[in-house]
C-alpha cells in the first residue's frame, strides 16, 4: 500500500468521522499499516495524546480503537471556542494566542507548511493516512483556505471517497455537485461514492445506484443503512443525535447542556449505561426529575456560568438536593469565586461570583494543564486526562452530596460509577465499559464491512 485516502463529505454531518473512523480499522485489520489525520479541526471536543500535547476526538478515537499511539500529527491544527469572534488556536498539540476569523484566514499560509510536515511525518510511520476532510469540499469562496480537503487532496495526490447523507434528501444533487465543483486534477481520484444513513428496503435503491454508476460515471462503494454508534463524539451536534432505548433504567441523570460544552464524550459510559437514563437539559424547571446533575466541561467557563444564572440553574441547583458532580469547567464554576486576572476566558481581571459549593478562589493560569495518566481521587484510582487553565487549591472535592474535579475520563472507570451510582441505588450492579466499548467497535465496523465494497477501495490504494 503506497497511496493515501481522502474522505470527503458531499455536505457538513454526513458521516464523515465515522466511516473514516470504520475505514482506519477495517484496513488495520486487514494488515495495512494505518493512521487517521485531519488537518484542521473545529471542535471543542478533544483528548490529550500519548506524547502530550491535544488533537480533537475523532483521530484520537481511531487510533485508540486501533491500539496505535495517538499523537498531535494526527490532528496538527485544532480550533477552540475563544472570546467571542475568536478562536483558540491549537498548533501541533498546544495553544497559540487567540485570533480573530478575519486574523486566522490571513494566517492560513503560514500553517500550510506545519500540516504539509505533519502529514509527511505520519506517512513516514505508516503506510496509509486516512485523511478525513471537513464540510464541503467545494465551498467556492473558501476552497483557497480549505487545509483539510483540497490541499491535503493536491499536495499528496489522495485517493478520493465521498460520503453522501442520504437521509438529508437531495443525495443526487448533493454528489453530482461536489463531484462537477472539485478541479480536474482530483475529479480522477475519486474512486467512488458512499452513500451514508439509508434507512428502509436497501433494493428500493437499485435504481438509484444504477443513475449515480452509469449517468454520473461514480462507483457506488457502499449504501449503508443507519446505525447508532453511541461513541467517538465529534461535536455537541452529533451527540445530541445519540440513541437511548431503556426500559430498566433506574437512574436519572441530567447533563447541563451549557452553550460551550467540551469533552462531551465523558459522557458515554452513560448513554451506554442500561441502568442510566441519560438526558442534555438547557432548562432548570425540571431539575429536581434527576437523581445527579452533572455540570460538564466548557472552553469559556466564565461565560457559560453566566448563562447558568441566567437560565436560573443557580437558584435550581441551590433547591436541589440530589447529588451534583462537576467536571473540569463545571468544577471551576463550584467554587466561591473564579478571577481571571490575566484575560485568559475573558478580558483582563473578569472577576465572577461562582456557585459557591467550595470555599475559596479559582483562578486562571496563561499555562493550559495538559495530563494523561493515573490519579488518586474520591480514595480511587482512576485513569483519565486534564485540559485546563484552571488552578484549584485542591485536585477533587467530595462533602455530603457534592462532587467535582478536573478530571475528563472519569466515568470510562468502572470503579467510579460504581462509586458514584452505588450512593444512589445501593442495587447498582454497572458494566465492563472498555469490553463493550471494543466490542461495540468491532460489531459496528463489521456492519460497515458487510455493506462496503473493501476490496475495490483497497485495489485503488495499491
Known amino acids: 500500500m503506497t497511496r493515501h485516502l481522502s474522505i470527503f463529505g458531499t455536505s457538513s454531518d454526513a458521516g464523515k468521522s465515522t466511516l473514516a473512523f470504520a475505514l482506519t480499522y477495517l484496513l488495520h485489520h486487514k494488515g495495512i499499516s494505518v493512521a487517521p489525520f485531519k488537518a484542521q479541526n473545529v471542535s471543542n471536543n478533544s483528548c490529550v495524546t500519548d506524547v502530550g500535547g491535544e488533537i ?13 499511539p495517538t499523537t498531535p500529527l494526527m490532528n ?45 511525518k505520519l506517512a513516514c510511520l505508516y503506510d496509509v493516512i486516512v485523511a478525513e476532510g471537513a464540510g464541503s469540499p467545494v465551498e467556492l469562496n473558501l476552497m483557497d483556505k480549505d487545509l483539510s480537503n483540497i490541499y491535503i487532496a493536491q499536495e499528496f495526490n489522495t485517493k478520493i471517497i465521498l460520503v453522501a447523507d442520504i437521509e438529508r434528501g437531495g443525495v443526487f444533487a448533493s454528489i453530482w455537485g461536489v463531484y462537477n465543483l ?3 486534477s482530483l475529479k480522477k481520484n475519486v474512486i467512488g461514492v458512499i452513500i451514508n444513513k439509508f434507512r428502509g428496503d436497501a433494493s428500493l435503491f437499485d435504481k438509484g445506484i ?24 465529534e461535536d455537541s451536534q452529533s451527540l445530541m443525535n445519540y440513541t437511548q432505548n431503556k426500559p430498566d433504567a433506574r437512574i436519572s441523570v441530567g447533563i447541563i447542556k451549557l452553550p460551550h460544552i467540551s469533552n462531551f464524550t465523558d459522557f458515554e459510559p452513560l448513554i451506554n449505561d442500561r441502568e442510566l437514563s441519560v438526558s442534555f437539559i438547557d432548562s432548570a424547571s425540571h431539575l429536581r426529575t434527576f437523581d445527579l446533575i452533572i455540570i460538564p466541561g466548557s472552553k469559556r467557563t466564565i461565560a457559560d456560568l453566566r448563562w447558568l444564572k441566567e437560565q436560573d440553574f443557580e437558584k435550581a441547583l ?21 478571577f481571571d486576572e490575566e484575560g485568559i476566558e475573558e478580558e483582563p481581571l473578569t472577576q465572577e461570583s461562582g456557585l459557591g459549593y467550595i470555599s475559596g478562589t479559582l483562578t486562571f493560569q496563561r499555562q493550559k494543564v495538559l495530563k494523561k495518566g493515573s490519579y488518586s481521587l474520591f480514595g480511587l484510582q482512576l485513569q483519565g486526562y486534564e485540559i485546563h487553565h ?7 472535592f467530595a462533602h455530603d452530596e457534592v462532587y467535582g474535579c478536573f478530571l475528563h475520563g472519569l466515568f470510562d472507570n468502572d470503579n467510579f460509577r460504581r462509586f458514584l451510582f452505588l450512593k444512589i441505588l445501593p442495587g447498582y450492579k454497572g458494566y ?13 465496523c463489521a456492519f460497515i464491512d458487510e455493506n462496503l465494497d473493501l476490496a475495490a477501495i483497497m485495489k485503488e490504494l495499491q
Open 318 to 338: 441551590c433547591g436541589y438536593s440530589g447529588k451534583v458532580l462537576g467536571i473540569c469547567g463545571g468544577y471551576e464554576m463550584m467554587f466561591e469565586t473564579l
Open 390 to 396: 484552571g488552578k484549584a487549591p485542591m485536585s477533587f
Open 76 to 120: 496538527p491544527v485544532l480550533l477552540k471556542s475563544a472570546k467571542p469572534n475568536h478562536a483558540a488556536l491549537v498548533i501541533k498539540g498546544f495553544a497559540q494566542d487567540e485570533q480573530s476569523v478575519k486574523e486566522y484566514y490571513a494566517d492560513l499560509e503560514c500553517l500550510k507548511p506545519i500540516v504539509k510536515e505533519s502529514f509527511e
Open 210 to 233: 444504477e443513475i449515480i454508476e452509469k449517468e454520473f460515471g461514480l462507483k457506488v462503494l457502499g449504501l449503508i443503512p443507519f446505525k447508532a454508534l453511541n461513541l467517538g463524539f
Open 56 to 68: 480533537a476526538q475523532p483521530q484520537y478515537f481511531a487510533a485508540e480503537a486501533i491500539n496505535i
Open 182 to 184: 472539485l478541479p480536474k
Open 432 to 444: 465492563n465499559f472498555k469490553a463493550f466499548k471494543a466490542e461495540t467497535i468491532r460489531s459496528y
